[in-house]
């Protein structure tokens, strides 16, 4: 199962640009532009910060442009909320946020099941995703009735194994003068995951790739859609700068290559046809 993995898109209803100056719509096409080529992807997931002004028309937006990109690939597609975004308005065009299943209720928090979706099932995977906004806040919290509400549904394994997807990490990365705002209590998650089937948890908001572990579940960090957070400043800034990115995972193996977009003249080559396939049988193992 290949998962498309997307963050941060901070899309505004209006149209006005991000507080860095970036036009968020503009990056957002960018990047699925970028990612037409990839044809092979069984659900594309969003964990957060869909819109940055918190109105039902940034909503839109992205329903409409990701799950355009979805459908062309019959993909389910799947929102979480983030520290951006706004309850009521997610809800109102979201639903639960999985839009491919019967859920649009009032309820954020939701699960995606084999039994749900044809697009699960045939590889027995569930997702489950929660609702870590806390209003007016940067960092993110998981409630002690989303805790127990995970438990039952982890009760009862899925056939391959359960994908968690929320907006706040639950890892930190180093940094000497700022810590981040992310997930208040990730040791209470990590209580309630601890003995299950949960293998893959995916995350946004740190606008940068980073890996971890909790417990014994692989934490994916994804980068962000409307910028990029560059650590190169060192430990006394926080630099961001132009560059959209998605992570596209392979939960057999939990691969998760990173997909840039590309500026004019960053292409220095490019092969393909008898060429690559000359290329790849010169550096096998066996020649």
Same mark, same amino acid.
């Given at each position: 199962?290949?998962?498309? =993995? %997307? &963050?941060? +898109?901070?899309? +505004? *209803?209006?149209?006005?640009?991000?507080?860095?100056?970036? @036009?968020?719509?503009?990056?957002?096409? *960018?990047?699925?532009? =970028?990612?037409?080529?990839?044809?092979?992807?069984?659900?594309?997931?969003? +964990?957060?910060?869909?819109?940055?002004?918190? &109105?039902?028309?940034?909503?839109?937006?992205?329903?409409?442009?990701?799950?355009?990109?979805?459908?062309?690939?019959?993909?389910?597609?799947?929102?979480?909320?983030?520290?951006?975004?706004?309850? #009521?308005?997610? $809800?109102?065009?979201?639903? /639960?946020?999985?839009?491919?299943?019967?859920?649009?209720?009032?309820?954020?928090?939701?699960?995606?099941?084999?039994?749900?979706?044809?697009?699960?099932?045939?590889?027995?995977?569930?997702?489950? !995703?929660?609702? !870590?906004?806390?209003?007016?806040?940067?960092?993110?919290?998981? /409630?002690?009735?989303?805790?127990?509400?995970?438990?039952?549904?982890?009760?009862?394994?899925?056939?391959?194994? $359960?994908?968690?997807?929320?907006?706040?990490?639950?890892?930190?990365?180093?940094?000497?003068?700022?810590?981040?705002?992310?997930?208040?209590?990730?040791?209470?998650?990590?209580?309630?995951?601890?003995? +299950?089937?949960?293998?893959?948890?995916?995350?946004?908001?740190?606008?940068?790739?980073?890996?971890?572990?909790?417990? @014994?579940?692989?934490?994916? $960090?994804?980068?962000?859609?409307?910028?990029?957070?560059?650590?190169?400043?060192?430990?006394?800034?926080?630099?961001?700068?132009?560059?959209?990115?998605?992570? %596209?995972?392979?939960?057999? #193996?939990?691969?998760?290559?990173?997909?840039?977009?590309?500026?004019?003249?960053?292409?220095?080559?490019?092969?393909?046809?008898?060429?690559?396939?000359?290329?790849?049988?010169?550096?096998?193992?066996? @020649?």
């Amino acid at each position: 199962m290949r998962v498309l =993995h %997307l &963050s941060d +898109t901070h899309l +505004t *209803g209006d149209g006005a640009p991000h507080r860095t100056g970036v @036009d968020a719509a503009e990056a957002l096409t *960018g990047l699925l532009a =970028h990612l037409a080529p990839l044809r092979r992807i069984d659900l594309v997931v969003v +964990t957060g910060d869909v819109a940055d002004d918190g &109105s039902p028309g940034a909503y839109r937006l992205a329903r409409d442009r990701i799950g355009a990109f979805a459908a062309e690939r019959g993909a389910p597609l799947v929102f979480t909320t983030g520290n951006a975004d706004d309850r #009521d308005a997610f $809800t109102e065009v979201l639903g /639960s946020g999985h839009l491919d299943a019967d859920l649009r209720d009032a309820a954020v928090d939701a699960v995606h099941t084999p039994e749900r979706a044809a697009a699960t099932a045939r590889d027995g995977v569930r997702l489950i !995703t929660l609702d !870590t906004l806390v209003p007016g806040k940067v960092h993110g919290r998981i /409630s002690a009735a989303q805790l127990d509400w995970l438990r039952g549904l982890l009760a009862a394994p899925a056939p391959r194994g $359960t994908v968690l997807a929320f907006h706040h990490p639950p890892i930190r990365f180093p940094n000497a003068v700022q810590e981040p705002p992310t997930l208040a209590n990730p040791g209470d998650l990590a209580d309630a995951i601890a003995g +299950t089937d949960v293998r893959v948890i995916l995350c946004g908001h740190y606008h940068l790739q980073l890996a971890g572990r909790l417990g @014994d579940a692989m934490v994916w $960090t994804g980068p962000a859609v409307v910028n990029r957070r560059d650590l190169g400043c060192g430990d006394e800034a926080v630099r961001y700068v132009r560059g959209s990115a998605a992570t %596209l995972i392979d939960l057999a #193996d939990l691969a998760a290559p990173v997909f840039h977009t590309l500026q004019p003249g960053d292409a220095l080559r490019e092969i393909g046809g008898e060429e690559l396939q000359e290329a790849l049988r010169g550096s096998s193992p066996e @020649d």
